[in-house]
Every structure is written in C-alpha cells, then in structure tokens.
C-alpha cells in the first residue's frame, strides 16, 4: 500500500472569473472550431470540492456562497497534459552538437546515473514537477531513470501536489553503461512492487517503460508484455512509454538487433507492448503498414517537434497519421526538447508541419494539448476540459506579456486570430496562476536544491487541509 495521501485540499466553493476557453468535443483542422468549442469571455469557471461544476456565461454570475477570484483579461484554460518527457533532463536539456545516438551517450546516461542517489532522486522529482506547474503542465507522463527510486520520488511529489502522474522505472538491459543496466528478472520485481504500491492510488498510475528497443532484451521485452497483461484489468490496466523511429541511425541500428521483425513497430508488436495505453514518442521514419497497426492498437504517437528539431531527427507527418485514424500527442521531450511550456511544443509543431504543407490551426493544437491528450490516455473524464465532474486543474495565462504581445493582440480580428497569436509568441511567463484540485499552486519559485531540500522536509508536518505552503 501506498503511504497516505498529503494532497492538498482545495476550497470548498471557489468562481473563477475570466475568459473561459475548452473543448466540448474534437474541433477539426478548420479555423472555425464550431460547436466542438466553448468560449465565455468574462465568464465564470465553478469549482468545488476540487471539481468542475460548470461554466457560466458573464451574466450569469454565482451567488454569495461562492469564493470568487477575479482573473478578467486573462485567459483560464485547462492544464496541459505532456504525454512524452524525462525529467531527469532538466540536466542537460540545451546541451550542444549531437544527434539521437549521441546525445544519449554524451549527455542524457551520465545525467541519468547521478540519479543512483535517493537523494538525487528527491530533489530531481521536486524540481522537475514544480517546474511543469510553473510551465502551465498539470498532467504528465515521465520518464524516470533505471533507478526505482527516480519513479518512486516522483510518485510521492505528485501524490502530495495531488497532479496527475504517469511513470515507472526505466527498462535497460543491454547497451547502455553499466552503472544503469538492469536484468528482466530483478526489473521485474521492482516494477510490480511498484505497481502494488502506487497504481491507482490517487491520481497516479504505473507506466512499463523500456527505454526504446535497442536498450533491452528480447527477454526483458517480452517481459514488460507480460506486465501489461498480468495487471490489464487493474485501474483500467498498466501504460506502457517508449520511443519508436526516431531517428534513421536509430532505425536501422534496431532493423540489425531484431532481424526477425518487419519494422521497428514490429519489435514491440511481437512483445505485446501494443495497447490502447501505449505512448510511443517520434514515429517519424515509420511507413503505412505501421500506420495501420498504430491505428488498430489504439497507441499514440507523441509528436515531440522541438526535440525532433533540436536533434536533427526528422519532420513528423500528422496529415498522414491522421488520415490513418493515429492518435497523436504534442509532447514536449525535454531534455532534446527545448522548454517544458506546451505552448513552445505547439509553436515548434506549426512550423514542423508548415515545411511539409501542412497548417495546424489554434483550435487543433490546443485541443490536441488539453482535451485530445486526455482522451488518448484514457482520461477525458478526469482532465483536459471542463466538463462537470472533472478534477479543477486549471492554468490561467496573461493574453499578453510585453508590448509585442500586446499590439499583436489588440490587432486579432477574430478570436483563432487571437488564439493563434498568444500560442505563437505566449510561453511561461505568461502563467498568472495553476490550480491542481482547485488548490492555487505557487509557480514563482525553482528552488536551489538547499531551499528544496529544507521545503521538503517542511512538507511533512503539512495536515492535508493546509496548502498554502505549497
């Protein structure tokens, strides 16, 4: 069992006011979103007892018994879900002149071995998950490290925040260094004790997370297969993460280490990592067979455009995924990605397509960013919208932060005019407040490790009312 939930416990009954914005349904690649949005400029958002009540136009306002937080001229929407990044990271995110393969040996290893240390590990999950939040993210799903206790720190920092967390500990038994090499036997056992101790509980679930295929055996593929199915009808079933044709070095270095298969997808296809809670990052240098077979599984593609650029890897075609019936994620892939801010993902993903013809309209890209990502991780009752009954996680952004912002903004002659600005040139600093459960988070502060180290042992004597140290 899990040790006991320290979520923090929102107000009862709070109004938010502002310019309301999300998504009733799937709004199409058109810049007229039609019934699938909701906007209510100046309206209200109620939460209570940490979930979505409803939303109401202007003049419609609450009664007296509500907790009203005044945000008019600022835009409240739901918090974004990053369905694809490492927190480990944050180490060497903008590190210099390597692609995929390189960068893995160069940078990302030596940045994932310091996390042999727990107390490494602590500080790591704080800073990466305060981090998101101040970055506009409530909902992730993390690559932790080979360490068991990379994924346990951060299941126990996102259960005290009360945010949505996926992650488990990394699979890595062959070609990688030493120091962070498992084996599927003892790999195993820590990740059912794991499963046992965290999935499910609150709002965290466990992800089977082999690192990509040329890091593990075909016995410990075959093995993280049997974990999806040993436990596929506990708390809706396992997830599993990896990353899939990324770069063409990768791809075909993967075509030597598993002959027998017909593609790179085929690899895991054999292994039974498959599912409709599958999350494979890149699937840029994949062909339409592939395609089909993503389709029929029900796995996402995380489109990851920052790091796809940042690297070198390749320009990710979703016309062709989406013609296909693929379900398809922006995520933001930090470390090779460049910011945790979504909205610098959304930004990167329009250029992307923009070279290959392709023009991704506001309403696509933030749906896709919010609602979309929900849905694809079987979660669109809980987060990405605003619909009654979900949990308040809620990021309230500045339309404009600077003069540039804000001329662009007062020049938009419609609102996908005015949406696509502010997604194009808005990032972090323009985060006014987050809420997770309906509880304000403080995003102001990425505490040095000193600050983290004495705030976290300061959590310890909070009583799960008391969020205002948080």
Sequence with gaps: MSEPSAQPRPSLRVALRGDIL???????????????????????????????????????????SWVREDWRGHLVLPGFIDPHVHAPQLDVIASFGAPLLDWLARYTFAAEARYADPEQCRLGAERFLRASLSHGTTAAVVFATVHRNSSEALFSVAQRLGMRLVTGKVLMDRNCPEELRDDATQAERDCVDSIERWHGVDRLAYAVTPRFAATSSPAQLAMAGGLLKAYERCAGGLYMQSHLAENRD?????????????????????????????????GIWVDDTDRALLSQTGTSIAFSPSSNLFLGSGLFDWARARAAGVQVVPASDVGGGTSLCQLRTLADGYKVLALQGQSMPAWAALHAATRGAARSLELDHEIGHFGAGTMADVVVWRWADGAVQQRRQDMARSLHERLFAWMTL???????AVYVRGCKIPTDELWPEADVHAQSHAYGDLGPADCSSL
């Design 22 to 64: 999300h998504f009733l349904g799937d709004p199409g690649w058109g810049e007229d979103g039609g019934d699938a949005v909701q906007f209510e400029p100046d309206g209200w958002l109620l939460v209570e007892d940490g979930r979505i009540l409803g939303v109401r136009a202007a003049d419609a306002p609450p009664d007296a």
């Design 250 to 282: 990768e791809v075909q270095w993967i075509a030597e280490l598993f002959p027998q298969s017909r593609s790179y997808l085929d690899v895991y296809a054999r292994a039974g990592l498959l599912t409709s809670r599958s999350i494979l990052a890149h």
């Design 426 to 432: 808005a990032d972090e600093r323009n985060v006014a």
